[in-house]
């Protein structure tokens, strides 16, 4: 382990099943190795389909390590409810970023990025490439 500081990813979807399944998909798919950290904001705190500005600030708040944090969110209110959160400005950890990509590559591209030490913008390019990538 480094005294380096990761970028954060938060994960942030309507499900906390669906949030926590792709968080450790990509803490899995990022190899061995010193892993940054990765939170999921799924769903509402009392268990429901949605999505919570309590519990995307909390992640977001562990998820920091003074490198800035990555965002990615799955679904429309899921991303209005994100950039409403940095409209405010004090709600999310200084440096975050809201980063249009693929919810699951987007996820595994930023985790395996900032797990390597890259910086901000690096990871959040990394993400949004990841629409770029081809199944076929």
């Known amino acids: 382990m480094t005294d380096r500081a990761l970028v954060g990813i938060v994960l942030v979807s309507h499900s906390?099943?669906?949030?926590?399944?792709?968080?450790?998909?990509?803490?899995?798919?990022?190899?061995?190795?010193?892993?940054?950290?990765?939170?999921?904001?799924?769903?509402?705190?009392?268990g429901d389909l949605g999505t919570s500005s309590e519990l995307i600030a909390d992640a977001a708040r562990r998820a920091d390590r003074g490198a800035g944090v990555v965002v990615l969110a799955d679904l429309g209110s899921a991303v209005v409810t994100v950039r409403a959160m940095l409209a405010e400005g004090d709600e999310l950890p200084p440096d975050t970023r809201l980063v249009d990509a693929p919810f699951v590559e987007g996820a595994v591209a930023a985790v395996v990025t900032a797990s390597a030490g890259a910086d901000l913008a690096a990871v959040a390019a990394a993400a949004g490439e990841a629409y770029t990538f081809r199944k076929l």
């Open 16 to 46: 906390d099943e669906v949030a926590r399944s792709v968080a450790r998909l990509a803490a899995a798919l990022a190899g061995g190795g010193e892993l940054a950290p990765v939170m999921a904001a799924g769903g509402t705190p009392d």
